[in-house]
């Protein structure tokens, strides 16, 4: 079968490799779509970052070369264990993260934390292949009402709800989004079902319209005059500026922009993976009193909170699939397709073909 491997930074291939097999904890899943993320690409350009190359992880026993993708659906097309016979042909998400359960970490609830962490396509092997296999604690069957192009988005959505869960803002707060993109909408449209008044800043006006039409209240442009844009922001919130600030570009530039937008104890939260060393001034933080929070992957019950919000339509998927390709082509149509600096897209899913 088909699979696309890391090897190391800038060296991905599409290979044949031998169909898995499950083990008695594992089911084995029909890949439908596997969607492509940012972090897939600055680990093929700049990577390794998250893939391990020399030792293998203590969960997965995986280091590279490796399948990768880490947002997928699938169906469950055989389990290694008879007792659970009934989830064959059950439509699922792939919770993509396995934790140990044991370490200190992860019995104080902080499991995305865990040392041991495997996280499928980037330390164990993930979806960018027709079949893969997976615990069975850690598949999530999904109703109807989310369609099967959809299912995979359902994990940047898991990481916008993990994000919001953490920040502990309470209805009513004033957040602003800095960077519209995938995990950006759907961390305001998560916000906003928490109840908060949402504001999103970007650079490009179709991410802030679409920004609109989920519900932003306000949508500001960045431009080179930033100090333009503090005052627009100071002059819809009292003078006094937003509660929080969630970063999810991830960009160079970013974290410093959403430390100065936060109101005076303020609250900054990273979500953004970075590939280079982004810079701020400490002294916008201690002398102003703001905190920041960092913001990875999920714990566990994350996912399924994010599965009954896309049920209920509370948060909305189908507008962020730009383009739907075949695994054969997945390195010309996606990933060297998200190497555009100047591309219109949101989350291209990969089919198998």
């Given amino acids: 079968m088909k699979a696309l491997l890391y090897y190391g930074n800038k060296d991905i291939r599409l290979e044949e490799i031998e169909k898995p097999k499950p083990k008695s904890n594992e089911v084995l899943v029909k890949v439908k779509y596997t969607s492509l993320c940012a972090t897939d690409i600055e680990e093929w350009q700049y990577g390794p970052l998250w893939i391990q190359t020399t030792t293998s992880n203590p969960l997965s026993g995986k280091k590279a070369p490796l399948v990768m993708g880490h947002e997928i659906s699938g169906v469950v097309d055989s389990v290694g264990d008879i007792n659970y016979q009934n989830l064959i042909g059950t439509r699922v998400v792939i919770n993509n993260v396995l934790t140990c359960g044991k370490c200190y970490w992860c019995q104080s609830g902080h499991h995305a934390v865990c040392p041991s962490m495997a996280v499928a396509g980037l330390s164990a092997d993930g979806g960018l292949q027709e079949y893969m296999v997976w615990p069975i604690k850690n598949i999530i069957p ?153 913001s990875v992957a999920a714990e566990n019950n994350d996912m399924k909170h994010a599965v009954n919000l896309v049920s209920k339509g509370t948060i909305k998927l189908k507008p962020l699939i730009t383009e739907t390709i075949k695994l054969s082509n997945v390195i010309e149509d996606g990933f060297k397709k998200m190497l555009d600096g100047d591309k219109e897209i949101f989350r291209i899913i990969v089919k198998p073909d």
């Fill in 142 to 294: 999904v109703p109807d009402s989310i369609s099967d192009e959809e299912i995979s988005l359902l994990e940047p959505a898991t990481i916008a709800v993990h994000a919001v869960r953490k920040s502990g803002i309470k209805p009513g707060d004033i957040a602003v989004v800095v960077g519209c993109g995938t995990v950006g909408l759907l961390t305001l449209q998560t916000l906003m079902a928490a109840g908060a008044i949402v504001i999103a800043v970007d650079i490009k006006q179709k991410k802030l319209n679409l920004a609109k039409k989920f519900g932003a209240t306000n949508i500001f442009k960045v431009e080179k005059n930033i100090s333009s844009l503090y005052k627009q922001i100071l002059s819809i919130t009292n003078n006094i500026g937003p509660d929080y600030v969630f970063e999810t570009a991830g960009a160079e530039e970013s974290p410093e922009l959403s430390v100065n937008i936060a109101r005076r104890g303020g609250t900054i939260i990273l979500v953004g993976i970075y590939s280079q060393k982004p810079m701020f001034d400490f002294n916008q933080i201690v002398s102003l009193e703001k905190k920041v929070i960092g």
